[in-house]
């Protein structure tokens, strides 16, 4: 499975490639991106004779990012975050949408192919999130419970602005405080460990690519192994695509795959089609 999605992925910067100018960007300036959006959909029926059910969800999400670059320096911060809810007939809201994910990368320019760089990232959940196939529905996350935060340190190429990749050592922090299964050191028998300490090799791709006038795609590819064990991988795989319908209406279609196996030894994957409202604050 993982082969598979490295296999597209590469695939589809191949195609891509000569099709794309880099960017030139101002120097010694903050260059921010900050977009916010709300997706809602609903349906209500009244004295329906074909069946069916009332239901309202609603989204609030952000997508952004704020760069500053010198002759010799660059360094770029992005904030992913979403939250959303879903109401079903009579039953109560349920948290869908439920994710922080921050990334900060510092990068020396010296002329070479690559250039060197550190990178800190941090992803959690903004707030409780539940086990809906349990009866009643049971807390499994919270706000940095767990939370995860990465530092490396290698070589970056980020030549174009449409396209980064890097390679490096990393060290990554798993903080948890009820839910501890997250966080457990399985070799230690009955105690659960609230903290956790993996070292090894972090490799993250960016793409972000207009396809069409009015239609942008962003794919990100992080991989992570621990030394201890080379031969199992965390994957995340992030994909968005942006249709712009006018200055305050796009169509949104995400899909995130993520494999990690100390949360799941599954595959998770989350996809969402939605017609949303946007606004660019800056």
């Known amino acids: 499975m993982k082969g598979k999605i490295l296999f597209i992925f590469l695939a589809l910067n191949t195609a891509i490639f000569c099709m794309q100018k880099p960017d030139t960007t101002k ?4 260059v921010p991106n900050v977009v916010v959006g709300l997706n809602v959909s609903e349906i209500a029926l009244s004295n329906w004779t ?11 999400n952000t997508n952004s990012e704020l760069d500053y670059y010198t002759k010799s320096w660059s360094f770029r911060n992005s904030l992913k975050a979403s939250y959303g809810r879903t109401k079903l007939g009579g039953g109560d809201f ?18 070479w192919a690559v250039n060197p760089f550190v990178s800190n990232s941090i992803r959690t959940a903004l707030s409780r999130g539940y086990d809906y196939t349990l009866t009643p529905p049971k807390i499994v996350a919270n706000f940095f419970d767990p939370g995860y935060v990465t530092q490396s340190c290698g070589f970056t190429y980020d030549r174009h602005a449409w396209f980064k990749s890097r390679l490096g050592l990393a ?25 956790k300490l993996d ?3 972090e490799s993250v791709t960016n793409l972000k690519v207009n396809v069409m006038e009015n239609v942008l795609m962003k794919c990100s590819l992080r991989l992570f192994t621990r030394f201890e064990r080379l031969n199992v991988w965390d994957v995340r795989w992030d994909n968005d695509i942006i249709a ?8 949104n279609f995400t899909f995130l795959l993520i494999y990690q196996k100390d949360e799941s030894i599954r595959t998770q994957i989350k996809q969402t089609l939605q017609l949303g409202v946007v606004y660019t604050l800056i």
Do not use: H, M, P
Request: hydrophobic letters at 30%.
């Open 27 to 30: 120097l010694n300036l903050w």
């Open 50 to 60: 074909q069946g069916g059910d009332n239901s309202i969800t609603w989204t609030l």
């Open 94 to 111: 349920r948290t869908g949408d439920n994710e922080l994910y921050q990334e900060s990368v510092l990068a020396r320019r010296l002329g």
């Open 171 to 195: 060290v990554q922090e798993t903080f948890t405080n009820k839910y501890r299964q997250y966080s457990d050191d399985a070799s230690t028998a009955n105690k659960l460990e609230a903290f």
């Open 199 to 201: 070292t090894g090799l």
């Open 244 to 251: 712009k319908v006018n200055n305050y209406l796009n169509v």
